[in-house]
Every structure is written in C-alpha cells, then in structure tokens.
C-alpha cells in the first residue's frame, strides 16, 4: 500500500507539474474504494446534505452530521488525506467558532485539514485556524453556502470585474495562511494565472485543466445523483441503473420463487424425524 501522502507531497506535485486526483466520500465503502484505487486526497463534503442526506441544498448540514460522516470515511480509508468540509455557520460567526469546530473535525474525526467557503470576509477565520495549529484550504469560486447571493449555482469569474474579485482574494487567502485552494466552477484562463500567481497548490472542481489537481463529487462522476448534473461533471459508471437492475432482479426472484435457493439457507442438525417429532408436540 501506499504511504500517506503529506503537505510536502502536495508541495512537490505541485512544484513537478503532478496532478493531484481527489474525489469526495462519505461513507466507509466509498473511502475504501477511493483508497484501493489510489486517490491522493478525500474530500468529506457537505454536499453530503445533498448526495447522501437528501436535502435540497448544503445550507441544512450540521456540524454533527460532518463529524459523524467524517469519521466513517476516516475508518475506510486510514491512509488517504482527509479534506473535512465545515458546514455552513460552523465557522461564519466567528474565529472563535471557526477554531473550535476546526478542532472538533480533528479531534473527532482525524482530518487532516478542514476547508471553508469564502474569499477576504473569512480571512480572519483561515488565520485563526491556522495559528491554532491546523490546516485550512481556502474555497472561491462558486460557493455553495452562498447561492442565495450568487443568484444560484452559477459559474463565477466569467467577466474581468468578477475575476478580479477572485484574484484579490486568492492572493488574501494564500496570505492568511491556507496551505492550499479550491476553484469551484471558474473559467480555465482565471484558474491558470491563479495556479501560476499562488506558491500553494491550487485544486479545480468544474475550474478546467491549468490548475494542481481535480475533484470531481463521488455521486456525481458514478452516477448515483439524480436531481441534476453539473456541466463540468463527467460520469465514469452509471451505478443508478446498476443498483435499480439489482433491486428489479431481486424483486422479481423473490416473487418467481428463484430466491433463496437450497444454497441461502442453513440446513437441521437433527434428523427430519426428530423434527417431525418435535413439530407433532405443538400441533
Ligand atoms: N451532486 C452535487 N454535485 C456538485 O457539484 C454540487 C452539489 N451536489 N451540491 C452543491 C454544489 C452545487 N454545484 C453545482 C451545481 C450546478 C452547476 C452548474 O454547472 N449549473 C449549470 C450552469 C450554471 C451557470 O449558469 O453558470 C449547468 O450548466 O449545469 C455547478 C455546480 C456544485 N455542488
Ligand atoms: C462542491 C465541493 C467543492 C464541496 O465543497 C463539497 O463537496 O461539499
Ligand atoms: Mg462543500
């Protein structure tokens, strides 16, 4: 098995030109997968509120429920880096909150970094959570917790006011600390001159090629998310079908008298008479 990679490792990839790959999970199996095929990093999002929790959006997601998940892919993949994704109004409020919870995704679930949405207005946050002694990736770009004020989830850094709100940040967040950035859902061209201005390693999802490394969301590239599909999705297995087919066949089975079979149950130990003995008893 591979060693563990580290903050250096990610330094040297980026430095060599290597692409980190890096997925999320939220679950003990998907980690485990992950982990068997190599991946460099996890991410536990809170987009779990909407892949695996069903909700409409990430604002619901609790600080519990990130933990909770958070240590289930910690048991399934023990030798991956683990990205704790902190849900919306763990770290918003204050630098103090955003210290303690920080600390609670380490103490807790053994993360090895946690990640936070926003540009400038949560500097002070990266900061504070970095001189506690932890590891923070920055994220801009589209930021989910803030739909509401971008209108949705939408492509940001399309037009030269935009990008440049987004350069002024990255800069701000590089300095405040963080040791690495995501770009979510940002034009190629701003991702490359981010990636080239920044000396920390700078990740895409949906932000195009000239960048660090790329994350796609599990249930989206395996097809097991069904309310919609973002554009910069590309779908590697159709698991829906997969696991509909299954559910069908069995169903069907059951019904058809198919299963079980001699081969799915557990045979007497005493002869047929001495159950037949014991079954007159209570007739
Ligand atoms: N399953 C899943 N995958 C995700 O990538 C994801 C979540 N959930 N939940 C939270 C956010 C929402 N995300 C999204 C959602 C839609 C687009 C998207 O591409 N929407 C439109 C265009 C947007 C625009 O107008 O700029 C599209 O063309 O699909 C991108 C990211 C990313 N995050
Ligand atoms: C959309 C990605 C970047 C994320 O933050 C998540 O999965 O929660
Ligand atoms: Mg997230």
């Given at each position: 098995m591979a060693r563990k990679k580290g903050i250096l490792d990610f330094m040297k990839m980026k430095n060599d030109g290597e692409q980190a790959v890096w997925?999320?999970?939220?679950?003990?199996p998907t980690a485990s997968f992950a982990e068997q095929a190599g991946m460099d990093l996890i991410l536990v999002g809170d987009s779990l509120g909407m892949v695996v929790l069903g909700y409409g959006s990430t604002?619901?997601?609790?600080?519990?429920?990130?933990?909770?998940h958070c240590q289930a892919v910690r048991r399934g993949a023990p030798n991956t880096w683990i990205v704790g994704d902190m849900p919306f109004l763990s770290y918003q409020i204050?630098?103090?909150?955003?210290?303690?919870?920080?600390?609670?995704?380490?103490?807790?679930?053994?993360?090895?970094?946690?990640?936070l949405e926003g540009g400038r207005r949560v500097c002070s946050q990266i900061r504070a959570i970095t001189d506690a002694g932890m590891l923070?990736?920055?994220?801009?770009?589209?930021?989910p917790q803030s739909s509401g004020q971008l209108g949705g989830f939408k492509a940001q850094g399309r037009d030269v006011k935009s990008a440049r709100e987004l350069i002024l940040d990255a800069i701000a967040i590089q300095e405040a600390g963080a040791y690495a950035l995501l770009l979510e859902a940002v034009p190629p061209e701003l991702t490359g001159f981010i990636t080239r201005k920044l000396e920390i390693p700078v990740y895409s999802i949906g932000a195009g090629q000239p960048c660090d490394g790329q994350l796609l969301i599990s249930g989206d590239m395996l097809g097991m998310f069904e309310m919609f599909t973002p554009k910069?999705?590309?779908k590697y297995a159709n698991?829906?079908?997969?696991?509909v087919n299954a559910f069908k066949q069995y169903i069907n089975d059951v019904k058809t008298g198919?299963?079980?079979?001699?081969?799915h149950v557990y045979h007497i130990l005493d002869s047929h008479e001495e159950f037949e003995s014991l079954f007159k008893e209570f007739s």
């Open positions: 997925v999320t999970a939220y679950d003990y604002i619901p997601v609790t600080m519990e429920e990130c933990i909770s204050s630098d103090q909150d955003a210290v303690k919870n920080a600390g609670r995704f380490h103490k807790e679930a053994n993360v090895d970094c946690v990640k923070v990736m920055g994220h801009i770009g589209l930021t910069f999705v590309k698991m829906a079908e997969i696991e198919l299963f079980p079979t001699d081969d």
